[in-house]
């Protein structure tokens, strides 16, 4: 079911990934290289434009934090990936600055 990988390019010393787009792709999990400074990352989407990305936030109120590790495959839960279902651009942000930077791949599926 997983149509492929996307990857977010986090340079070294910074906190932001490229911007990813979404055509009719739903994001089910995160792939993390063996360098990963950051143990949580946050998520910016937009629905139209890649320049007016905004942080997500859940239901609760609270900005989407995943957390995260080094080597792992992290899945989403059904709540995470509804929450992005409307999202066509995507852009990570590491909670630390990647002193070596990093590039942490977006496992996603095509929309049917």
Known sequence: MITG???ATVAVGATESNIISLD????VGLMTPSALSSTAITIRASSSTMDKLKTVYGATGSALSITVAASRFIGFTQDI???LSGARYIQLVCGS?????AIIDVVAVHLV
Do not use: D, H, I, K
């Open 5 to 7: 990988t996307y990857p």
């Open 24 to 27: 009719n792709l739903a994001v």
């Open 81 to 83: 990936t509804r929450q």
């Open 97 to 101: 600055t990647e002193s070596a930077g």
